[in-house]
Each structure stands twice: as structure tokens, then as C-alpha cells.
């Protein structure tokens, strides 16, 4: 009887517990829509600002009224639809309390900086033109044919329209003393007989976009006048400090209209080529009107996730912000037309193009970033975390923009992203300090410029930036270019245990002079030059008393393979870059303390993967 009742009691405490853990359930659930994470509202596309928001039934409908209303711990549920809006926020949220804006129940939710065009009008041939109601300089704006980018009217014309085309005319540009002046080719395949092209001052008013010489970046100007024999007078002469042959295009005249699906501008209306038989009213023909869709300037405790933007830049200006699972593209659009001697763009990472992020502690993690004229994501600050991102298509302008720009600031982390396709970098360091750049997978750079890396930096100090566990590969579309570059004035770098592979012709750690205290171990390298190769030595810029004087670095524990890598790794051809039993490089390398310790006491082997340690891989999981 003892053992029976005591066996009730316990059997009536679970019951009781049982009932008190799903009420207390039910309570926490409760609160969660209500005061722990302070107030809900709904937005909807059928919504009206004049009512509260708070209930699906009774949605706002502007992102503008939402966070007019907002406080620290609420949240904005947006429903599914497409809204040509900005989102910004009128305040701050709190530490644990920040404010959120996420779709309703998983609804797709895209935030579009483009609007609708309508009232078209034939105007000749296969060309249709409607009124732009905002105006648009031509190396700015961005149109859209059922939501995909369309270019600008080129000429000559080429056979696939993509913005990493370097253009299809041979172009020289003369000396320096004759600077302003750009030759096009006379081919008759450009020039044909009694083309329209030979007349005088053809293509005055075009804007030119050509890589000539060392092509370090694409250059721009507008043409003032031009010859019959195809010569062109700039109107600036000061982007032309690069001079020799190379290929190009001219732009943003009506009458290189002919070509379906592009379009020109020309005193506030658009004008598109369409094929034959086609007309406006078979598809959706958007045009950008703002340049963000995301625009948070000195706020923090914000996250934004699971939202689609396109059409626009995102920025944000603040500390301890999340952007998370967002996906982002068409980012911005230009073209630069005044560069300085190194060609890079005035404002570059300010101008809207890319995701900015400016401040301390804030995270971009696990979104889909692709199609931006400049910068992918660019950090400017303290501690923040840019993590499991794939970043493609970016810098198709030809600038020193890239996937993944480094500004200023110290301990920010790049980790596990997969970034490719890039004009000309993939990842660069203006003024690092102590970041970590750790298991991304980085690849095919230089589309449109030489003489850069795939991890590139120029006369910085580092302040002992880590690159390690990277897989970086594919820098071979112009001329040699090496994978990670170090160029002059570069020092307290450090680079270790990166796999560095097809980069044909040039070093897969090129250490340009002067440099100090360069620490480049562990190293796999192969369908490259090995570490140091192709090394220049300049001397110290004017003014930069900070650089070293000559060339100090060292190299330990680096693996080169040349062209036949898998006599020491198991599958290169599959990216299994482990070392095979009995390979010479086991255990052939020496301590470096914190960099390469002893495993299970034995020395380290040469290369990036060590034997008796996890087999690491590097970029997004699930990238493609």
C-alpha cells in the first residue's frame, strides 16, 4: 500500500508537472507575440497606414508607417508582394531588444528599388519610348525586362550582351603628351563603307569605356568630338594617365539603338530596342528610382532577415545590426568618371552600390549577393562578421570595387563564404588591423583588369591580418596574375595554410618591395609560381614615411607542386588536397609558433592540410 501511494504521488507530481511545463508553454508562447518581444505589426501591399498594423486583418501598408511606430523589441511581418520602397528606421532598438523586420510566415517578400514604366510609344523601327517621371544620368541607372538587368545601347554592338564584355573595338589611346585623345579601330568590320560613323562629331556626347595599356581599372570619359576616322577628343583628359592598345565601347546615345533588349536616355524618356514582332505591353519594364532599398543611417539593434532586395543598395550605418538570409541583386549601377592616378572611385564603398556596412558589431551572414557595378560587401569598423555568404557577378565596372572590401577598422572576421566572378579583385584590404579572412572559397577574378590578386593590397599595414584556410583559385583571364598580392609597401600580413592553384604565370603569393614582416607558411600551391616569384621592388612614395625599406618576409613550410600536384595529394581534381600516405611532405616542416605547432608530436607537414587533423572545407555550405 506504502509502495501504491507512493507511486500516486509521483505518478499526480508528473501529471502536475506535466500540466504546469504546457502551461507555461502556452504562456511563453503567448508573450512571444505580445510584450517579451514587444508589438507585432503587419504589412501588407492591400494595407492602409491609418490603421494600427497590430493584426493581420488590419495591416499598414508602408515600411515608413511601421517604423514611425516602432520602438525597441518590436517586430514588422511583412507579407508576401513586391514593395517599391526604402526600408529605413526612426530609431534605435536595444540591446536584446532590438527591432526586427522578417516576412510573415515565410511569405516572399521583395523589396524593389525599381518602379514600373508605362505609356509607351512606338517611335521607329523595332525602338519603343515612354516618360521617365526622375532623371537619370546615363552611367547610372538600372532597367529591368521582367525583373533581369538589361544593358545600356552599346557601340559597335556585340554578340552577348553582359556587363563583363570589354567591348568589341580595338582602341588606342596615344602617349602621354597627347593625352585626351582616343583612336578607335578603322577595322571594316566596325567602319563599313558609307556607315553613318564617318560623318564628323558622330559620337560626340557618348560616354567611352575602354582598357587600354596596363588596364589596372577600366577608364571613362565623355567624347566632345570625334573625327571621321573614328579619332575621339575627350572631354577630360585626366582619366587617360594609362596609354597603349586595348578594347572598349562607346555608350548613352539614341543611335546605337538596334540591338534587341537595350535601351538609352535621353531627356526623361527611355527608349528600348525590342525584336522583331515584340512590343512593351508583352513584358514588365522597370526602371531604378531609388538608390537603396535598405538605408539605416545611425541606428543600431536592427536585424533584417529573410528578405529579397533588388534593384538598389542596402546600407547601414550603425552598431550590433543583423542582415541575415537575404537575397540581394542587381545592387547598383556606374560607371566612374573621375578617377585619381590609382583609379579608384571617389566615395568608393559610400556611393550606393553594394551592401555597406558601416560601424561596430554588426553581421551579414548567409545571404545571396550577386550583380553589382561595384563593392559586393563592404566593412567600415570594429568587429563586425561578414559569414557564410555567396557573393558572384560584382565590379563589372572595372574599378577597384570588389566582392569583399576591407575599409578601415580592426577584428573583423570574413568567414566561410563563397565569392567569385569579380571585374578585378575578389577581396581587398584598404587600412586592415587584426582581421581574420578564414575558410572562404575565392575564385575567377580579373574579368575585366591585370596586375591584381585575388586577395589583393596595396601599401597597408596589415597589423597582423590573418589569411588563412582559404581555398583560392582561378586568376587567369588577362595576363599572369597571382592569387594573393601583397603589393608595394605591404607589411605584418600573415598567410597560412591557404590551398593556391591556377594562376598561370605568376606567384601564388606575390610579395611586392618594399615589405616587412610578411609571414607566408603553410602554403599548397600549384598551376602557379611559387611563393616570392615575380617580386618588383619600388621605391617609397613621397610622403609614405611609414613604409619599409626593401624586401623582408619570410617563407616556411610551403608546399609547391608545379603542374603535377597529384604526386603528393590525394585527388587535386576533386579539391581532396590531403596529402597521400608516404608523401615526401609529411611531417617535412618546422614549428612557427601559433601558425604551425607540432601534431601528436611529430613536425608539421608541408602544405595547408595536416595530417591527423580534421579535413576542412571552405566557403557557404550548400554554395554553389
Given amino acids: 500500500m506504502i509502495q501504491q501511494r507512493s507511486n500516486f504521488k509521483a505518478s499526480r507530481r508528473t501529471g502536475s508537472g506535466i500540466l504546469f511545463l504546457m502551461a507555461l508553454v502556452m504562456v511563453v508562447a503567448f508573450r512571444s507575440e505580445t510584450s517579451a518581444v514587444g508589438r507585432i505589426f503587419y504589412l501588407s501591399k492591400q494595407g492602409n ?17 511601421a517604423a514611425r511606430q516602432m520602438r525597441p523589441g518590436d517586430i514588422c511581418r511583412i507579407l508576401a508582394g513586391v514593395y517599391h520602397q526604402t526600408l529605413k528606421v526612426d ?20 523589396i524593389d528599388a525599381a518602379v514600373p514604366i508605362s505609356g509607351w510609344q512606338w517611335y521607329r523601327g523595332h525602338i519603343y519610348s515612354a516618360p521617365v517621371p526622375h532623371t537619370h544620368p546615363i552611367r547610372l541607372t538600372q532597367v529591368f525586362l521582367n525583373g533581369r538587368l538589361i544593358l545600356p545601347a552599346r557601340y559597335p554592338r556585340q554578340a552577348v550582351p553582359t556587363p563583363f564584355q570589354p567591348g568589341a573595338a580595338q582602341v588606342t589611346v596615344p602617349a602621354k603628351g597627347q593625352q585626351g585623345y582616343g583612336y578607335f ?28 595599356g596596363v588596364a589596372w581599372s577600366v577608364q ?19 582619366h587617360w594617365w594609362f596609354a597603349g592598345r586595348g578594347q572598349g565601347y562607346l555608350m548613352g546615345l539614341r543611335r546605337f539603338l538596334g540591338q534587341p533588349t537595350q535601351w538609352a536616355y535621353r531627356t526623361g524618356r527611355l527608349y528600348l530596342g525590342l525584336a522583331p514582332g515584340q512590343t512593351p505591353a508583352q513584358y514588365r519594364i522597370t526602371i531604378q528610382k531609388q538608390p537603396w532599398c535598405v538605408d539605416i543611417r545611425r541606428r543600431s539593434w536592427v536585424v533584417i532577415r529573410s528578405l529579397t532586395f533588388r534593384g538598389g543598395a542596402v546600407r547601414i550605418l550603425g552598431d550590433h545590426c543583423i542582415l541575415s538570409h537575404c537575397r540581394c541583386r542587381y545592387l547598383g549601377q556606374y560607371l566612374p568618371l573621375s578617377e585619381h592616378r590609382q583609379a579608384v572611385p571617389p566615395g568608393v564603398g559610400l556611393r550606393p552600390c ?12 548567409h545571404c545571396r549577393i550577386a550583380w553589382s557595378a561595384g563593392d559586393g560587401i ?38 566561410f563564404n563563397t565569392v567569385f566572378n569579380s571585374g578585378r579583385d575578389i577581396l581587398q584590404f584598404k587600412h586592415p588591423h587584426h582581421d581574420v579572412i578564414e575558410f572562404n572559397n575565392c ?28 581555398w583560392i583559385h582561378g586568376n587567369y583571364n588577362f595576363g599572369p596574375n597571382p592569387g594573393i598580392y601583397l603589393d608595394n609597401g605591404c607589411r605584418n600580413f600573415i598567410v597560412d595554410h591557404n590551398v593556391i592553384w591556377n594562376c598561370p604565370g605568376d606567384a601564388g603569393v606575390r610579395i611586392n618591395g618594399p615589405c616587412a614582416n610578411e609571414l607566408i607558411v603553410n602554403n599548397t600551391l600549384f598551376n602557379c609560381l611559387p611563393v616570392g616569384a615575380r617580386t618588383f621592388v619600388s621605391r617609397r612614395p613621397t610622403g609614405q614615411k611609414d613604409w619599409p625599406i626593401g624586401v623582408h618576409y619570410q617563407s616556411m613550410n610551403n608546399l609547391y607542386l608545379g603542374k603535377r600536384p597529384q604526386r603528393q595529394l590525394v585527388d587535386p581534381a576533386r579539391d581532396n588536397f590531403r596529402l597521400r600516405p608516404g608523401a615526401p611532405a609529411l611531417h617535412a616542416g618546422r614549428m612557427v609558433a601559433g601558425i604551425a605547432p607540432l601534431v601528436h608530436g611529430r613536425r608539421p607537414d608541408l602544405g595547408a ?16
Fill in 609 to 624: 592540410y595536416q595530417q591527423g587533423q580534421a579535413y576542412w572545407t571552405p566557403g557557404a555550405t550548400g554554395a554553389k
Fill in 443 to 470: 575564385y575567377h577574378a580579373g574579368l575585366l583588369c591585370r596586375d591584381l590578386g585575388i586577395i589583393y593590397a596595396w601599401g597597408t599595414n596589415g597589423g597582423e591580418t590573418r589569411i588563412a584556410f582559404n
Fill in 354 to 365: 553594394g551592401i555597406v556596412v558601416t560601424g561596430n558589431y554588426n553581421t551579414v551572414e
Fill in 378 to 415: 563592404v566593412i567600415e569598423g570594429n568587429d563586425n562578421l561578414v559569414s557564410r555568404n555567396v557573393i558572384r557577378n560584382t565590379d563589372y565596372s572595372g574599378t577597384y570595387a570588389c566582392p569583399l572590401q576591407i575599409l578601415t577598422g580592426r577584428n573583423n572576421r570574413v568567414l
Fill in 185 to 212: 579601330s578603322t577595322s571594316r568590320r566596325i567602319f563599313a563603307p558609307g556607315f553613318a560613323g564617318h560623318r564628323r562629331n558622330y559620337f560626340r556626347g557618348a560616354l567611352f569605356v575602354g582598357r587600354v
Fill in 49 to 65: 497606414d491609418n490603421n494600427s498594423g497590430l493584426s493581420v486583418s488590419l495591416p499598414l501598408r508602408t515600411l515608413a508607417a
Fill in 91 to 110: 530609431r534605435s532598438g536595444l540591446a536584446g531588444e532590438p527591432m526586427t523586420f522578417e516576412p510573415y510566415r515565410h511569405a516572399h517578400v521583395v
Fill in 220 to 238: 571613362t570619359a565623355l567624347v566632345k568630338a570625334s573625327s571621321r576616322t573614328g579619332i575621339l577628343r575627350l572631354a577630360n583628359r585626366t
